[in-house]
Structures are given as structure tokens and as C-alpha cells.
């Protein structure tokens, strides 16, 4: 029984995902009349290219004269229309990207001799049946970003998408990239239309490793998704390479090391005893002040707000703020409580068992106002001393 349920359940999930993955792919579709206006059932329609396995796809016009071809791989069309009777049509150099809907009309005449009208050099094709919008990068586009081939690289090509990882990744990962201020668990990855989202994490990106430099093309649809949207953010669509008859191949890696990235950490800072983080520190804050964004000869009068104003600078806490505002500002009541020098020596100058936690010795200083800082001096001086 728990057998027959769990095979319920997968064949109702595939069928959720099966017309996803037939709705990624592009379309060529329109109708065909002769030259009074009359419908032309009955018409065989070819799309001839190099990236389908079987190099020709065909369908016949229906009674009202229409029809439709769907499944297309990205690449170049030869679109052919023939009839008994009529003179062949053809239609070249037809691009299909992404889910784009090519409609490709025809007019054939009544010819007795066989002919064939060839149509090149005519006017872009516009999607006029669908209202989704998408952005498409190509393999030779992908081949020639200088940037590892993830897809946490692909999604900040895309104007107003902002992810949780834009530095370079080699492993697996787990990328969000909302859209238009959307929710940050509303994108989706998808390989040939197949959703590739975890669902624990509400079908988000995994860290499932797609071959994004192997791909034909990488569609993003921003917006006008359809019905089998699940939400309303970006859906990256990963099309790789399928069909063709042609043996190729590319070599690509990508890595870092010391010699990839600059350092102002240098030798002089090392022997001064400061640390790569500490250094960096050091350099925010110089910039801060040199920018004119810190100014610390207008710190507030009010110690607390003078603390809070300095904490807020990357590296700074509230330990440095204190230390700063007593000796380089002179500020007799600041009281660094939380020192380790401060707790155990004053704790042991007051008769304590132990020494005091910082909420206690807050409380046991406040008598100390507005001399607080004198409290600290003394304890430093006194610390590790047998002399007071």
C-alpha cells in the first residue's frame, strides 16, 4: 500500500512538471492562405535546422489553415511550406531564443511549374502572442564572460536582480536572486524547463551544480510569466546542447590563488604586529574620516551617544569606543567595565570573591560619577602589581 502511494504521488508530480518543461522551449506557428485570402488546408510545414537530432520537424495545416510546431531548440530556422498544386515557400534564417512564439505566415499561388519563392532579408520577427519577457545569453555570449561558469554568475547580468552571493563560487551553492524588490524566495532554476528547486526551501535554487558553460542558451523571464508560473520572480532557464550531428568541445576552467588579488597588507604592517583583519580595519577608518563621513573632533557630548555613534564603524565596538573616548578625549567618567583587567582588579581591591560580571561592576560604579574613569586608571596601574 505505501508503495502504490508513493507511485500516486510521483506520477501527479510529473505531471505537474511535464508541461513546464514543454513551455520552455520556442515555438513557430501562423497560418497559411493563398493569394485570394483562402485558408490552405493541408499544407506541410518543415522546420529544417542543424540543432534538432532529426534535422526536420513538420506539421500540416488544420482546416482553418493553421499550424503549430512546438519543442524548438534555440538556433536557425528554414521554415518550408508546400502544397500540391502551389508553388513552394520558404521562409530562412528564422532565430528562435528562449520560449519566443515565431509566427511565420504564408501566401502561396497556383503554379503550374515547380517553383520556389525564398523569402530572406524580411523584417524582424515580434512575439505578438505572448506577453513574458525575457533576457537571453548565448553560449558564445556565456563562453566569453570572464567569470565562472555558475549560475550564481549568470543572475547579475540581469538588471534589477540582487542576490545573497555575488563573489565568485567554484562549489556548490545556494544563490537567491529576487527581482524588482520581490521576495527573496521567489526565484527559480530551471534546466530545460525542469524545476530544479529544493522543495524544503519552497522549490528555491539548490546547490545543484548546473553546466552553465555547456548550455545552448540561458533564458531569464522577468516578467509576464504564465499559468505554470509558481510565483512571480525570475525564472532562470538553462537550455543545453542537445542534437546536431556535428562533434565539438571546449576546455574551461577557472581559479584563484594570491597572485589573482591585490593586498594593501604589507610586510611593514605584519612586523608592527597588526593583522591582515585589523589592518583593514584601520584602512576603513581612514577612509571614513578622509571622506569626511567621520568627523571625530564633532563626536556628541553625550558619552553613550558618542559610544553608539562609534560602534557603528566597521571593526569598532564597544570596548574601542570607550578606550577612545577616555584617553584620546579625556572623558573622566567613561568606564570601560567590560576590560578583563578592570573586572578582576577592582573585584579584587573590593573585598570580592570572584570577579564581578560586567552588569555588576556597572552597578557598583555608578557612586564613582562623574570620575568613573579613574576607577579603570587605577585598576590598570594596580594590575599584576604587589605595590598599589
Known sequence: MRRLI????????????????A???????????????????GVSVEAASPV??????????????????????????????????????????????????????????????????????????????????????????IRSIPTVRNYNSMVVLVPGVITNANDVA?????????????????????????????????????????????????????????????????????VPKTGGNRYEGAFYFSGTGEHFQSSNYTEELRAAGMSRQKAGYIRSLAELVLSGELDLADLPADDEEAIAHLVKIKGIGRWSAEIYLL????????FPAGDLAVLIELGKLM???????EKQLREMAERW?????????????????DVL
Open 369 to 385: 560619577r562623574p570620575h568613573r574613569g579613574a576607577a579603570a586608571v587605577l585598576a590598570w596601574h594596580s594590575y599584576n602589581s
Open 170 to 238: 567554484t562549489g556548490p551553492l545556494i544563490n537567491q536572486f529576487p527581482i524588482h524588490g520581490g521576495r527573496a524566495n521567489e526565484s527559480r532554476l530551471t534546466v530545460d524547463g525542469l524545476n530544479v528547486g529544493n522543495p524544503p526551501g519552497g522549490n528555491q535554487p539548490p546547490t545543484y551544480v548546473a553546466d552553465v558553460g555547456n548550455s545552448q542558451e540561458v533564458t531569464f523571464t522577468t516578467s509576464g510569466g504564465l499559468g505554470e508560473s509558481e510565483t512571480a520572480g525570475l525564472v532562470m532557464n538553462i
Open 327 to 334: 584617553f584620546a578625549e579625556g572623558r573622566a567618567d567613561v
Open 23 to 41: 513551455l520552455a522551449q520556442a515555438v513557430i506557428t501562423g497560418s497559411v492562405k493563398d493569394t485570394s485570402g483562402a485558408v490552405l488546408p
Open 52 to 141: 534538432l537530432i532529426e534535422k526536420v520537424r513538420s506539421s500540416i495545416t488544420d482546416a482553418a489553415g493553421q499550424y503549430r510546431i512546438e519543442d524548438l531548440r534555440p538556433g536557425t530556422y528554414t521554415i518550408t511550406f508546400t502544397l500540391p498544386g502551389f508553388t513552394t515557400f520558404r521562409r530562412e534564417d528564422v532565430e528562435l531564443t528562449g520560449s519566443f512564439i515565431a509566427t511565420i505566415n504564408a501566401d502561396l499561388k497556383v503554379g503550374t511549374l515547380e517553383e520556389t519563392v525564398v523569402v530572406t532579408g524580411a523584417s524582424p520577427i515580434v512575439d505578438v502572442q505572448s506577453a513574458r519577457r525575457q533576457t537571453t545569453l548565448s553560449t558564445d555570449v
Open 6 to 21: 508513493g507511485l500516486c504521488v510521483s506520477v501527479a508530480a510529473l505531471s505537474l512538471v511535464l508541461p513546464s518543461a
Open 351 to 357: 573585598g570580592l570573591d570572584g570577579k564581578p560580571s
